[in-house]
């Protein structure tokens, strides 16, 4: 931890970046995102098990980019939300300096994000057991106990967008599901509508969601709509050779290919 702070404080100093992201101790126990200007702010910068937010969303944000360069504290999953932001062309190394955490919760330096791309790949992405499980269990119900269950879990939804919000690829300065006119997805909260923003939300980020939860744990209703994501994950895997987040990449759901499998569309 003094590593990390010792880091951001100077690289503040030097003004090799402008603003330093990073975690800090918030309410009720839990972390929120530290905005550090100046260098003895960075010494409230924490990092533990209950830094589980996303600081990638933060990096599209103009409030936070017309500071100037950034410095990101990132731990793995949002390494990859950085490449695949640079993938999409949202973030570079003018603007942003990764201060990588590794899995084993030690601060990793990165010269540009060719580096941090590099050290990315050094990893798959996998789905815990749990929700592996759950999956699986998912799969094996009929069509109509499927659509029970998302019926079951999706209706009380009531679109607060808390989810929108904390995903680093909802980046969009006004999403379709904002829009009355034309009104392409029902705004009020619903059963249909519901559905409709759940599936729009999940093909938005297939080939793009670099699995985080972020999304899960900012739920106040704890809806389970990471499964989505990652259905999506393993149909990526299955059907179009897996993802993984790479700033030269081909998009999946962008890209055409004539050896494309397309066995799933009947
Ligand atoms: S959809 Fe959820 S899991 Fe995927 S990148 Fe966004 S916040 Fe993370
Ligand atoms: S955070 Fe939960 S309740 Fe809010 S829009 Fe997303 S799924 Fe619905």
Not at 48 to 67: G, H, I, P, W
Not at 137 to 166: G, V
Not at 175 to 188: E, G, H, K, S
Not at 217 to 238: G, H, Q, S, V
Request: aromatic content about 8%; proline content about 5%.
């Amino acid at each position: 931890m003094d590593e990390l702070r010792k880091k951001a404080g100077e690289l503040l100093e030097a003004s090799a970046v402008k603003v330093i992201i990073g975690y800090e101790n918030g309410s009720d126990g839990k972390t929120r995102a530290l905005f550090a200007e100046k260098p003895e702010e960075t010494a409230r910068l924490v990092f533990d098990s209950r830094c589980v937010m996303n600081l990638a969303t933060y990096v599209t944000k103009k409030e936070v980019r017309n500071k100037g360069r950034i410095g990101l504290v990132a731990t793995l999953p949002v390494m990859r939300a950085v490449i695949q932001l640079a993938s999409e062309h949202q973030v570079d190394d003018a603007g942003l300096l990764v201060i990588g955490i590794t899995p084993e919760s030690k601060m990793v330096e990165f010269k540009d994000l060719a580096e941090v791309e590099a050290f990315v790949h050094r990893y798959q992405i996998e789905i815990d057991s749990k929700q592996k499980e759950m999956l699986d269990k998912l799969e094996k119900m009929t069509p109509s106990e499927r659509w029970d269950f998302w019926i079951r879990e999706l209706t009380p939804c009531f679109k607060c967008y808390a989810c929108r919000a904390a995903c680093p690829m909802c980046y969009c300065h006004r999403c379709t599901v904002d829009f009355n006119q034309p009104q392409w997805v029902p705004v009020p909260s619903h059963e249909l509508g519901n559905i409709e923003w759940h599936i729009m939300r999940a093909i938005h980020l297939a080939g793009r969601c670099v699995d985080c939860d972020a999304c899960y744990n900012a739920c106040p209703l704890a809806i389970p709509l990471n499964l989505l994501t990652k259905r999506m994950l393993l149909d990526a895997k299955e059907h179009l050779g897996g993802y993984q987040p790479s700033i030269k990449a081909d998009h999946l759901m962008s890209t055409y290919k004539p050896d494309d499998k397309d066995n799933f569309i009947i």
